[in-house]
């Protein structure tokens, strides 16, 4: 039921659109059929509430220190999932992070901002899956850093470019709380 109502929000809040004729220019320069924008959906309180407690489903059993990405999209993500885990189970404290595209210039030049100590059991998290490079420059720098990742969430798996092939194929096993069927197959009932 909470996997429909994601999909629902997806349409409501306009942040998936399907065009199989003319398709969207991705961030790689290629043309996807599929636009998905998960900065609108969590956007919206009730959408970001929907992803925090599927999220919480699939992590609640894990055992994880703290939650982080690449900067921007990671933020809420990891913010929305680790308030979560907290009301559900004042005890799990899951600190968040974000690895920033390039360190600072100023201050102590960190790539990472956040509460993170070496040997932290992290989870990295991204919005959309699709060639899987933003996700493993953050699964990168947090190994860098002295953490533990072994597992990566995304909400939509977009199935496309290899990307779930290439984080698996650096140990991680990577959750997805969507794929791009789930919101395709929604699509006929729409107008």
């Given at each position: 039921m909470l996997k429909n109502n994601l999909v629902e929000a997806f349409y409501t809040t306009h942040a998936f659109k399907w065009d199989p004729n003319?398709?969207?220019?991705?961030?790689?320069?290629l043309t996807s059929p599929y636009y998905v924008d998960c900065r609108a959906?969590?956007?919206?309180?009730?959408?970001?509430?929907?992803?925090?407690?599927?999220?919480?489903?699939r992590l609640n059993h894990l055992p994880i220190d703290c939650i982080g990405g690449l900067?921007?999209?990671?933020?809420?993500i990891a913010t929305?999932?680790?308030?979560?885990?907290?009301m559900a189970t004042p005890r799990q404290e899951w600190r968040t992070f974000v690895v920033r595209k390039q360190p600072k210039d100023h201050g102590l030049g960190k790539l990472i901002e956040?509460?993170?100590?070496?040997?932290?059991?992290?989870?990295i998290v991204d919005?959309?899956?699709?060639?899987?490079?933003?996700?493993?420059?953050?699964?990168?720098?947090?190994?860098?850093?002295?953490?533990?990742?072994?597992?990566?969430?995304?909400?939509?798996d977009?199935?496309?470019?290899?990307?779930?092939?290439?984080?698996?194929?650096?140990g991680l096993t990577l959750l997805s709380l969507l794929t791009i069927d789930d919101l395709t197959r929604a699509q006929p009932t729409r107008s």
């Open positions: 003319k398709g969207f220019r991705l961030a790689s320069g959906l969590m956007a919206q309180p009730s959408a970001r509430a929907l992803v925090a407690r599927l999220a919480w489903q900067e921007i999209g990671a933020i809420s929305t999932i680790s308030d979560y885990a907290y956040g509460v993170v100590k070496s040997s932290d059991r992290a989870l919005d959309v899956l699709t060639s899987g490079g933003s996700l493993l420059k953050a699964v990168a720098a947090a190994r860098a850093a002295g953490l533990v990742v072994t597992h990566a969430l995304v909400i939509v977009r199935k496309e470019q290899g990307g779930r092939r290439k984080v698996e194929a650096e």
